[in-house]
């Protein structure tokens, strides 16, 4: 198997190789397989180059690796009773990375208040920007929309906001903002309802690395720089004060291809 890895340089390389004075080793590199094999965005994780693709597992209360993980209560009970338990998987295919993730949820959904949501804040440094250090752009896809009237319809989807978005949320996109930047999930239950319990979310995202500057297809690769937070809101539709708890879970990390 050959693996490449961009001379993006020090950074990567102090983390593969800690320096003379025993500094600890940083755990925020990941790398993001190639597959030959295009990946349908259908929120379902079937293709088999996911079975082998390198994955991240974030919790609440937990520390991910440094630097750059930790979480923060947003409202609610101290303590969740259905702590925020998120697996990433990473692929390659051309110059696109593929992010999945399955998040663990027995109450998932969302309203017009901020932090009142499911969802993931995500952001890539831009390398297509002069100067340095490179500015982040938003990749924001929640339950949030914070024009509407609660609650929020029973089956509603994610919105995408950021870059790669119009506002308000919910509003249709553009084929190139599609086509930047795209996602498709499956939510396991019924998203703002609490009738019954919900298990899990599951979603399949795509990103053009071309527009931000990266080019994976490089022999040497490329190191995509990229992180996540992940809102956790739960039993908020309705709300039930004794379990309602707000959080969220945050880490960051470089993805780096592998052949």
Known sequence: MKTGLITAGALVLVALAPP???QAPRQDVIWARTTQNPITLNGL???TAWTSAESLVVRYGQDAGSPGSGWKSEGGIAV???PTHATFKFLIYGNTLYVGAKVRDKSIG???????FDGLLMSLKDHAATGAPKPPSEYFYAWWYPTTTDPQ???????FIGRWAEWPPGTPRTPAQISAW??????HGLSNSDTSADTDWTVEMKFDLTPMGYDVTKEEGDVVEWNVSIYDNDYFW???????????VWYQTRLAQKR
């Open 20 to 22: 003379a004075w025993a």
């Open 45 to 47: 994780l079937s293709e």
């Open 80 to 82: 969740p009773t259905d």
């Open 110 to 116: 969302g309203s017009k208040d901020f932090n009142r």
């Open 153 to 159: 319809p029973a089956g509603q989807g994610p919105a």
């Open 182 to 187: 795209d996602a498709v999930t499956v939510v």
């Open 238 to 248: 309705p709300l039930d004060v004794p379990r309602f708890c707000a959080n969220r």
